[in-house]
Structure formats: C-alpha cells, structure tokens
C-alpha cells in the first residue's frame, strides 16, 4: 500500500482546496514546518477564487499531460485500440469545474506532442472539452459522469480516425475499439477514482464546487 501521506499529496494536486492538507502518519525533521508552510499557500491561492481557478486547471493539465506521454505507447500507438490512462481525470468535471479547461489544455498538450495530426489535435481535444461539459452536467448521478468521454470518442474520433487514416476498416470497428479503450480508462480507472474522492471528502463537501 502506497504511503499514506504521498496518496494525500496526489489528492491535494488533483482537489487544491485550502481545507485538505497532509494527513501523513510519518514524521520527519522539519515535517510540521513544510505542512505549516503548505497551508498557509493554498489558504493564500483560496482566497483568491480566479487565482485558485487558474490553478486548479493548470494542474489537471500537467497531470494529464504527464501521464499521456509518460505512458506513451498505450496512449498513442498509432493503432485504433488506444488507452490512455489520463482519460480516468475525465470524471473530475463531476467535482471541479476548473477541470474542464485543465483537461482540454492537457489534451491538446499531448496530442500536439504525440498525436495523430492536425485533425487529432483539434477534433480530439473539441471532443475532450464537449465530453468535460456533458460529464459536468450529469454530475449528480456518478455512474454516468464516465459517459460522455467513452461515447463522444468512440463516435467523433473513432470516425475521423476511420476516413482519415483507417480507410480499410469498417466504421463501426473503429468506433468500437475507440470506445473500448475509452470504456476501460474512464469506468475502470476513472469512476473508482471519482467515488474514492466522494468518499475521502464528502458528496456535500464536494458535489458543487
């Protein structure tokens, strides 16, 4: 099991909310000092909701960014089966609204660094933030927030994907195997993810943020 006050560390980058801080059940010199200083900082950024804003995007979008090409052969491939890891941040519209410009910027990041084209970087990335806003509307019943990027993907890059660079495989093979891989990161990845952040810090804490 992963050291409990690093799995909190994550949790803050993703959440950054002033309240939550470093629940560590280690000591080390000068640990009461940088948790101290810690939240003293985010307590500052809080304050300042447009400041916490920009934050809170600019992070998703590393964070997205970072494990697409830290991971990626599976996020790429150049194959019609892709699975992209980050896709599991998808369900954070659900519970912060800055998420949905951090996860578009975070995809057009990687998809200029490691995508398909011109077409991938502007369709995919259109499809990633219309999927954020959908995933944002049905955030009041969590089973359906992963929906939005698995059916989006599957059917706006799954067809450009088939007419501009699959042109030998059936429609609805491409739009199956896109959805699959989307299916796999967002419900099997990201919805636990999104119940565990429920769970550790409240639906009323979290549910309109």
């Known amino acids: 099991m992963p050291n409990k006050g690093i799995f909190d560390v994550l949790l803050i980058i993703l959440l950054f909310d002033g309240t939550i801080f470093l629940m560590s059940s280690s000591q080390y010199p000068g640990e009461h000092f940088a948790k101290s200083k810690l939240r003293r900082l985010i307590m500052n950024i809080e304050n300042d909701n447009k400041v916490l804003y920009i934050v809170q995007a600019a992070l998703i979008a590393g964070v997205y960014t970072a494990l697409t090409l830290l991971l990626e052969p599976y996020s790429f ?44 970087i502007f369709f995919g990335s259109l499809t990633t933030l219309l999927a954020a806003f959908a995933s944002r509307k049905l955030r009041k019943y969590s089973i359906l927030v992963p929906l939005p990027p698995v059916l989006f993907n599957a059917i706006i890059v799954g067809g450009y994907l088939k007419f501009l660079y699959y042109k030998d495989i059936p429609l609805l093979f491409s739009m199956g ?14 919805y636990p993810l999104l119940l565990l952040i429920k769970k550790r810090f409240g639906e009323t804490k979290i549910q309109d943020k």
């Open 77 to 120: 491939g150049h194959m019609i089966f892709q699975f992209r890891v980050s896709e599991a941040l998808t369900v954070l519209p659900a519970i912060i609204p800055a998420s949905i410009p951090g996860l578009f910027v975070g995809c057009l990041v990687s998809n200029l660094l490691g995508g398909f084209g011109p077409i991938d």
């Open 177 to 190: 195997w896109v959805g699959l891989g989307q299916l796999l990161a967002c419900y099997g990845l990201g």
